[in-house]
């Protein structure tokens, strides 16, 4: 097996690992580095419960090798939260029961993240276009989207 060691910034720490050429990135953050937050579920980067921030752009970490971050900067549902505090994106969708059964939630949570920082006022069809890459097989997309319109909207009232 060939090992590669990798330099990377991961939810704002800089750190360092090594991992095997052909290991997924999701299965480097959740075996490797026990980040079990991003959840694997199709494999076939069709179901989107798997995405992550790569340098600023949602990625599907089941089609992604763990050796593609070394120099990048990711981020996981991990790192959502800061000082124990929710972010308003994760406290709207406790607020609008976004959660649901959760298993969707950190790729829902991680692909709204980054399409709220370059769509700060939303409509409701832009959301769910942009949501449109991922699979809550609870099908209530409602409350998903009523959260991350909440969440736009806390944005914008913030100075």
Do not use: W
Not at 41 to 65: F, K, N, Q, W, Y
Not at 113 to 126: H, K
Not at 128 to 147: F, K, L, P, W
């Amino acid at each position: 097996m060939s090992e590669r060691h990798l330099t990377f910034t991961l939810n704002g720490e800089r750190r360092e690992a090594s991992a095997e050429t052909r290991t997924h990135l999701a299965d480097f953050l959740r075996h490797g580095l026990g980040l079990t937050g991003t959840h694997v579920g199709c494999e076939h980067g069709v179901c989107g419960a798997c995405t992550v921030i790569v340098d600023g752009a949602p990625v599907r970490s089941c089609l992604m090798l763990a050796v593609q971050i070394d120099g990048c900067t990711v981020e996981t549902v991990e790192g959502l939260a800061t000082g124990g505090q929710l972010s308003p994106l994760q406290q709207a969708f406790a607020d609008h029961h976004g959660l649901q059964c959760g298993f969707c939630t950190p790729g829902m949570l991680m692909t709204l993240e980054a399409f709220l920082r370059v769509t700060p006022s939303p409509t409701q069809q832009d959301v769910r276009i942009a949501i449109s890459g991922n699979t809550c097989r609870c099908t209530g997309y409602q409350g998903i989207v009523e959260a991350a319109l909440t969440a736009a909207a806390a944005k914008g009232s913030r100075p």
